[in-house]
């Protein structure tokens, strides 16, 4: 494990992985889809609990972020400190997506039909109208 | 892409570059255009004139002489640039006396603001005219969602590149469109303006960006600022000898006065991480150490920047100001940066002034007709180009609005005045569509 992954925070001073980069390029594994731009291993631990975490307010996006940026650690099992955090973003991001989703499509093609005057008032436009929002105040 | 020992030519590593600088702006001002086209063509004649920052002095209205109009114009920008001006010297005090943290969670704020408000407001408006069905709870849920995002991802500089990228354009994109908004002859003063006011506070040597970007590289820090960062372009060179030859970019080379070498590379890294075990590599390769040629650090760690001179040739650019309306007046003031400069990874950085202006240009022509909008991106992107090449050979932060905005007029006002009364009549005349 230790030669398919690098960490920048330890500077390999092997000689022979020198060696190695001068003839022929490592085939490393990076937990990010930035590859060598993004973070590193251990950095990426702290990162994907973070998001993880702060996923929990009501932002759904920020876990499918979480889950893109992350995306070699969902393809591949060989991160496994940062796995679960992924791996459990993804399943909320998709269980806040199947709710948002059949409510805004229940609204949206359920209509008048569906909920009665309420639509009306609940509907983007009219609020929009009602409380002034788009007068460029 | 590692395996084949082609090394890349100059003409493919420049393309490249200037096609990362080029894009997400060409992207900006087409979004741009798209709004305005949608927006304005259902209400085309209400006079849709925001009473903001900017026309504090004089408030068009249709009914004016043109003279009245013109001095009504020039008053508002100039009250404009003045306000800027104060702006960008109280952000280079704050800068000065090591508020970083405050200008952070300003630029946090200002994100916010754009992306929530303004970004609503848009959607808002797209909604009703579209008749899109969508419900409150799920828009806000939404909106939050898409501005939280967008703070973090300019907040941090953790996120992936291509999200943090796509929030700045939006961002730029947002707040062009609002600056379409203004009333016609203000827009085309506040953009000459503005040109004039950045060319001066860039190069002056008392003006404020200026003063701000010799402070950020005599600290070796990075100035809190909406700055959008093109990715570096890595080469996958398996031989990093030849590597470094064909890397040494004519066009980045510098002489180096004295052979002072400080640690430059420490101080290069802007919190990118770079590889340390590839340095060794380069210092055996490189056949003479202090040479004269100084090449760029790419973000590999493998070009190194040998100039005492010019540590970190960074991000400036002058301070730039988006209010909007009587909300958070002085709001977006300074935290987005015109200007253009080499990134420490020796990636190119645009601030998002220029970003905004170049699309307020466009977006003023996508007003008029289409043509003006070819006629004016065409102008925007050699002027754009022509400040880069202007980057590289003086190897300092520019002022990337001056050219632009020049050619961009010019054209603007020469397509108005010569080729539309052409072009109309070869199509009147069937000859030419």
Known sequence: MENSQNSNSNPNPNP???????????????????GSLGLSEEESVSYARRFYKFGFALLPFLWAVNCFYFWPVLRSHSFPRIRPYIVGSAIGFAVFMAIISSWALTFAIGGERLFGPVWDKLVMYNLADKLGLTGWS | MAQNQRPTSILESLGEEIIRI???VSICMFMVVILVSILNSSSSSSAATVSSIATIAYNESSSDS?????????????????????????????????????????????????????????????????????????????????????????????MPILVTQGYLVLIGMLVAYWFTLLPEWTTWALLVALALYDLAAVLLPVGP????????????????????????????????RDAVQTRMRVWRERNEISGNLPAVLDSVSEGNVVSESS?????????????????????????????SELLVPLIDIGGNVQPHGEEVSASNENLMLEGIGLGSSGAIKLGLGDFIFYSVLVGRAAMYDYMTVYACYLAIVAGLGITLMLLAIYQKALPALPVSIALGIMFYFLTRLFLEVFVVQCSLNLLMF
């Not at chain 2, 055996?284 to 920047?305: A, H, K, W, Y």
């Open chain 1, 16 to 34: 022979i992985r020198i060696q190695n980069l001068v003839s022929s390029p490592i085939a490393v594994l990076w937990p990010t889809i930035d």
């Open chain 2, 22 to 24: 080029v894009a997400p």
């Open chain 2, 66 to 158: 043109s003279w009245d109009k013109f001095t009504g114009a020039l008053l508002n920008s100039l009250v404009f640039v003045a306000i800027i001006t104060v702006a960008t010297f109280v952000m280079v005090l704050l800068f000065y006396l090591r508020c970083v943290k405050f200008l952070k969670y300003y630029m946090g704020f200002s994100a916010f603001v754009v992306l929530g408000f303004l970004g609503g407001e848009i959607a808002l408006f797209l909604i009703e005219d579209f008749d899109v069905p969508v419900d409150c709870f799920t828009f806000l849920v939404v909106l939050f969602n898409f501005a939280a995002v967008g703070v973090l991802a300019v907040f941090m500089s953790k």
């Open chain 2, 209 to 240: 960006l200026r003063l701000l970007v010799e402070l950020a590289i005599s600290r070796d820090e990075d100035i809190p600022a909406l700055v959008y960062e093109a990715r570096p372009v890595v080469y996958h060179e398996s031989n990093p």
């Open chain 2, 279 to 307: 340095v060794d590599e380069i210092e055996t390769s490189d056949s003479n150490p202090n040479s004269e040629s100084s090449v760029v650090r790419s973000e590999e760690g493998q070009v190194l920047i040998r100039n």
